[in-house]
């Protein structure tokens, strides 16, 4: 099994739409939570972190963790073409490295 | 959070030779991470550098192949030698946040291309 599951995807959803994307994973060390968003030739950029258990929301994107069952969420609300981008989500704790899933495509239609 | 100047952005480079990415932080840091991320795939760790000791290879990497120099707390370079084809992806450097932002910072990367 691998320590982060990711849906690649493709997703394609009309503008105004709510998405949400997901992962799952199995080391229940991971402390810190983090989704990165990466446009086409660039490099990953940090959109959220959590850390442990529960929300977080920040504008139009909510991070949402549930520890007990090792799920991780991502929810943009009233989505963009300018959101169409690949999403890593990407756990880890203070005493592992950090583990990319394979990312999520997304696509916003005008 | 820390801004990481990554160069070159791209290069076409011939199988045989070998290619030096240079990683630039605005900042201190201890460690720097390189990356390799290959067409459609998500990153993979290549090895940790730390300043003033031999870098860290993850398993399938090698200081032969990815020889990682880290002269100060602000500098990497991680060179691909005798690239082949299947070394072509985008590289990338990253370092990790501080105790208040704790997320890692990714440099935008080299695509490289080996013909």
């Known amino acids: 099994q691998k320590e982060v599951e990711q849906d690649p995807g493709p997703l394609s959803v009309p503008e105004g739409a709510i998405v949400s994307l997901n992962c799952t994973y199995s080391?229940?060390?991971?402390?810190?939570f983090m989704w990165y968003r990466q446009y086409s030739r660039k490099g990953p950029e940090l959109l959220m972190y959590t850390y442990s258990s529960g929300n977080k929301e920040d504008g139009r994107f909510t991070a949402q963790v549930d520890k007990s069952s090792k799920y991780i969420s991502l929810f943009i609300r009233d989505s963009q073409p300018s959101d169409s981008a690949t999403y890593l989500c990407?756990?880890?704790?203070?005493?592992?490295?950090?583990?990319f899933g394979s990312g999520t495509r997304l696509s916003i239609r005008p | 959070s820390a801004v990481i100047s990554q160069k070159p952005s791209r290069d076409i480079c011939q199988r045989g030779t070998s290619l030096t990415i240079q990683c630039q932080v605005d900042s201190q840091v201890t460690m720097m991470f390189w990356y390799r991320q290959q067409p459609g795939q998500s990153l993979t760790l290549i090895a940790t550098a730390n300043q003033g000791s031999e870098a860290t290879y993850e398993s399938g990497f090698v200081i032969d192949k990815f020889p990682i120099s880290r002269p100060n707390l602000t500098f990497s370079t991680l060179t691909v030698s005798n690239m082949s084809p299947e070394d072509s992806s985008i590289y990338l450097c990253?370092?990790?946040?501080?105790?208040?932002?704790?997320?890692?910072?990714f440099g935008s990367g080299t695509r490289l291309t080996v013909v």
């Open positions: 080391n229940s060390a991971f402390q810190y």
């Open positions: 990253s370092v990790r946040g501080t105790a208040t932002n704790y997320g890692y910072t």
């Open positions: 990407a756990p880890y704790s203070s005493a592992s490295k950090i583990i």
